[in-house]
């Protein structure tokens, strides 16, 4: 681990600071999951009919709620057979070693941290694993209901629309997830949780985003503004890692979450 690395972590476990990690799509990567904007990425590929990143708005689910599905149901069979990696676990294994000193912030709707052990979660896009009302009739937070896996131009069936019916109004379900064309919230998104934490942390480490969406760019900045410690892992260069060079605590470890995390965790728990 280069020096300043190790200093910037000794100091931060040795003055048992507060850490909040803010994880992209980049963690689950080595799960198999495609990130957003990479050569494979999901905003690249897209569907057949759309721009990919219109498929993630509300504008288009009132427009084709089906087309919407078909693509999010798609998504999600392949977040359902991904399995956490080395990069998850080493964030379970720090939370289970600071405990309430440790927040982790995800981007990632996949569940994949949960799956491997996370519980001091805030999912600030949404989460795969629930549904809510779209015409929001107060039914809440409801399970995804299961679905048998699917291929990717699979056609949306009446079974689908029966699953995806509310129970209480009769009108859509929509997925737990943050649109383009909607707004970070507390009761959905947790934003003003996920900028309570950032506000008291010691040490931001943020792990696999290329810092295009708006509440990671503002926690970045908070931290960066507070002095705080500022680590980045990351294969490439991205504006956290230009934050962190411009951190006098702050360090770019270039690198895989699968291949930084571990060391990183160990120094951070001791
Ligand atoms: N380890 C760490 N980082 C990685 C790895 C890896 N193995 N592989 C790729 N990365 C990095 C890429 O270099 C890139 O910086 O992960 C980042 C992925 O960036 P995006 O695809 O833009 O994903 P993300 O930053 O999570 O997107 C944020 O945008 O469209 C919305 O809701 C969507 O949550 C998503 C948000």
Not at 94 to 110: C, H, K, P
Not at 242 to 262: I, K, M, T, V, Y
Request: aromatic fraction near 8%.
């Amino acid at each position: 681990m280069e020096p300043k690395l190790q200093a910037i972590l000794d100091g931060v476990r040795q003055a048992k600071g507060r850490v909040v990690a803010l994880t992209g799509a980049g963690i689950s990567a080595e799960s198999g999951i495609p990130t957003f904007r990479g050569a494979e990425g999901y905003w690249v590929v897209g569907s057949q009919n759309y721009m990919p990143q219109e498929m993630a708005t509300h504008e288009m689910f009132e427009r084709s709620p089906e087309e919407v599905w078909r693509w999010y149901l798609y998504r999600f069979g392949v977040c359902r057979h991904a399995q956490p990696n080395a990069g998850h676990a080493a964030l379970v294994a720090l939370e289970r070693a600071i405990g309430d000193r440790f927040t982790l912030v995800t981007q990632n709707i996949d569940g994949l941290h949960r799956r491997a052990g996370s519980e001091r979660v805030l999912c600030i896009h949404g989460d795969a694993a629930y549904v809510r009302c779209a015409g929001e009739c107060g039914v809440g937070r409801l399970d995804l209901p299961p679905f048998p896996p699917r291929t990717k131009d699979e056609p949306f069936s009446a079974a689908d629309r029966a699953r995806l019916t509310c129970p209480s109004c009769g009108g859509w379900l929509r997925p737990h997830v943050l649109w383009f064309d909607e707004y970070y919230d507390e009761p959905n998104y947790r934003m003003e949780s996920a900028l309570s934490a950032t506000s008291t942390a010691d040490l931001l480490l943020v792990v696999g985003t290329s810092g295009a969406t708006n509440l990671p760019m503002q926690i970045g900045r908070l931290a960066f503004e507070r002095g705080a410690a500022l680590v980045d892992v990351n294969p490439e260069e991205n504006p956290f890692a230009e934050l962190a060079a411009r951190s006098p605590r702050g360090f770019f470890a270039r690198g895989s979450a699968c291949e930084r995390l571990p060391e990183i965790v160990a120094a951070l728990a001791g």
